[in-house]
């Protein structure tokens, strides 16, 4: 089987625990206007590899993800899109090198596709990118409702969580709909942390290279006391001690 892959990270140290090796998958059904890897979503594009291919790229530096308490993390793109190789990555990972495995998702995927794949996923970092489903797809050009039943899916099923939310000046920081998503948060089982990511323009420059219009060109990263109160009002919302880091 061969998966896909935009690029390959040796030494990744924001997507997860420890140092990583990241794998980029290409392909995504989203088109977040804030989308810093707009190169990732045509899945004609990238070079395709096999798992075995990918261990291989891998093995040089084992030692510093087990003993840094890292692993692989698996991102995108999105990487639910080709489900069956990231299974099948995950397994022989784990099997042949007994490393940790997190899969970096907006959960836009049918629950039924992924069985396999969380037996394999010892951490799963999902995106929620906004709990209002009419503002949901102005931002992403998709329903949140896959992305919510998966989050369900995950709770239900034991599985441990990183909720991941961009916080996007005028589009994802109002008061009403982050206590919602604390709510949501503070529902679901199996959330070890919260991370809140200041919208930035780092990848902008992709954008124009590719020969898209940026539509928040004119939005400012958050100023710090924003990002504050964004962080009390989720809290506020779960009702339950999870962190909430910046
Ligand atoms: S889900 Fe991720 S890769 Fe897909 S468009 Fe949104 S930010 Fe980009």
Same mark, same amino acid.
């Given at each position: 089987?061969?998966?896909?892959?935009?690029?390959?990270e040796?030494?990744? +140290?924001v997507d997860?625990p420890g140092?990583?090796?990241?794998?980029?998958?290409?392909g995504?059904?989203?088109?977040?206007?804030?989308?810093?890897?707009?190169? +990732?979503? =045509?899945?004609?594009?990238?070079?395709?590899?096999?798992?075995? &291919?990918? $261990?291989?790229e891998? !093995?040089?530096? $084992?030692n510093?993800y087990? *003993?840094?308490?890292?692993?692989i993390?698996?991102?995108?793109?999105?990487?639910?899109?080709?489900?069956s190789?990231v299974?099948e990555?995950?397994?022989?990972?784990? !099997?042949?090198?007994?490393?940790?495995?997190t899969? =970096?998702s907006n959960?836009?995927?049918?629950t039924?596709?992924i069985?396999?794949l969380?037996?394999? +996923? =010892? $951490?799963t970092?999902?995106?929620?990118?906004?709990?209002?489903d009419?503002?949901?797809i &102005?931002l992403t050009?998709?329903s949140?409702?896959?992305?919510l039943? +998966?989050?369900?899916y995950?709770?239900?099923?034991?599985?441990?969580?990183?909720?991941?939310h961009? *916080?996007v000046?005028?589009w994802?920081?109002e008061? =009403?709909d982050l206590i919602?998503l604390?709510?949501w948060?503070g529902?679901l089982?199996g959330? &070890?942390?919260? &991370? $809140?990511?200041?919208y930035?323009?780092?990848?902008?420059?992709?954008?124009?290279?590719l020969?898209?219009p940026y539509t928040?060109?004119?939005?400012e990263?958050?100023?710090?006391e924003d990002?504050?109160r964004?962080r009390?009002?989720? !809290?506020?919302g779960m009702?339950?001690?999870?962190?909430v880091?910046?």
């Open positions: 089987m061969k998966g896909r892959i935009h690029s390959i040796t030494f990744g +140290t997860g140092i990583r090796f990241v794998l980029f998958m290409q995504c059904a989203l088109r977040c206007r804030y989308c810093h890897n707009p190169d +990732t979503w =045509d899945t004609a594009c990238g070079k395709t590899m096999t798992v075995e &291919e990918v $261990l291989a891998m !093995e040089p530096y $084992l510093y087990k *003993l840094s308490g890292g692993g993390t698996v991102t995108g793109g999105e990487p639910t899109l080709q489900a190789f299974a990555l995950f397994q022989a990972c784990k !099997e042949r090198f007994g490393v940790h495995t899969l =970096d959960g836009f995927c049918d039924g596709h069985e396999k969380m037996k394999y +996923t =010892d $951490l970092l999902l995106d929620i990118k906004h709990m209002d009419q503002k949901h &102005e050009f998709q949140n409702e896959r992305t039943k +998966t989050s369900r995950l709770s239900d099923h034991g599985h441990r969580m990183w909720i991941r961009v *916080l000046p005028g994802t920081d008061q =009403d919602r604390g709510q948060i529902s089982n959330v &070890e942390k919260v &991370e $809140l990511l200041p930035h323009q780092m990848g902008v420059y992709k954008w124009g290279q020969g898209r928040l060109g004119d939005v990263p958050p100023a710090r990002v504050e964004a009390m009002w989720i !809290e506020q009702n339950k001690p999870i962190s880091t910046i």
